[in-house]
């Protein structure tokens, strides 16, 4: 059966001095990436951790939300993508082995993020960020959503599948990424070889391409009216953790946060990069 989430409560303070607030960077995976190391910040130095993203509001209505705006001088601030490691986490100096670890300018000079690193990154540390994903107060009716939703699309079958297009992003190097990283020929092969599948999409016209090609082999989460574009990502991304084995991006931070939500059981395949 799909595994199930539970919500907790949120221990509560008042000092702006111990307040440490996660601050809005990008999309909704990256921006709960970044709570997640807020709150690892918060527990270490005895403060609270604050959420500052409108796009997560909805998602955890219970956790200490505050604006920008309203963030005190005397608070201290957190804005990054990737996990926080500690110095005394136990990650190796020269662990990272992913590109997407090690690349790119802020990464760790020594070699110690575990950004889609998946099974590689060692089970204690595995434990470490499930404890705090457990910390955060999902909305009960997107728990209930996210359940029955689950329970209808997955009930046959194993395998979910996240479709990056890159389609939908307005940024500089989105049309690179798309060049070099989606292939819509590989979507196909992968319904071919699995017979059904799930798939979240980032673009509907190319989810509707596969639709059209294998009908009913291909579920895809259809939301309700009542729920924002955050709340139908969150959905699709828990939906996307409780299969066995999970296809998607290598590049995509909602690949990776699936897997995490998913408690870091499912097998991870990830799509290749394009021969140009």
Not at 235 to 258: C, P, R, V, W, Y
Request: aromatic share 10%; charged share 25%; glycine share 4%.
């Amino acid at each position: 059966m799909p595994r199930r989430l539970v919500a907790v409560t949120q221990v509560k303070s008042a000092n702006p001095c111990d307040m440490w607030v996660a601050l809005q960077r990008g999309g909704l995976c990256n921006n709960l990436k970044c709570l997640l190391s807020t709150i690892r910040l918060a527990d270490r130095h005895g403060g609270e951790a604050f959420n500052s993203s409108p796009d997560l509001v909805k998602i955890y209505p219970d956790f200490t939300h505050i604006s920008k705006s309203a963030i005190p001088s005397e608070a201290n601030t957190h804005k990054d993508w990737r996990l926080i490691v500690f110095d005394d986490d136990p990650i190796e100096a020269g662990f990272s082995n992913a590109r997407e670890s090690q690349g790119f300018s802020d990464a760790d000079e020594n070699a110690r993020n575990i950004d889609h690193e998946f099974h590689r990154i060692p089970s204690t540390m595995q434990e470490i960020y499930q404890r705090v994903i457990a910390q955060l107060p999902v909305a009960s009716d997107l728990l209930n959503e996210i359940n029955e939703a689950s329970d209808r699309l997955l009930s046959d079958i194993n395998v979910s599948v996240h479709m990056r297009t890159w389609m939908t992003d307005d940024w500089d190097d989105a049309p690179n990424r798309h060049r070099h990283y989606f292939n819509f020929a590989y979507y196909e092969a992968l319904v071919e070889e699995h017979g059904q599948v799930f798939v979240s999409a980032d673009n509907a016209s190319y989810l509707q391409k596969l639709v059209d090609r294998f009908g009913n082999r291909v579920r895809y989460y259809s939301p309700p009216d009542r729920y924002d574009l955050s709340q139908v990502a969150f959905i699709n991304l828990n939906i996307l953790s409780k299969t066995d084995h999970l296809i998607g991006s290598s590049l995509s931070t909602f690949t990776e946060m699936a897997w995490w939500l998913g408690g870091c059981q499912s097998q991870v395949t990830l799509v290749p990069r394009n021969k140009l």
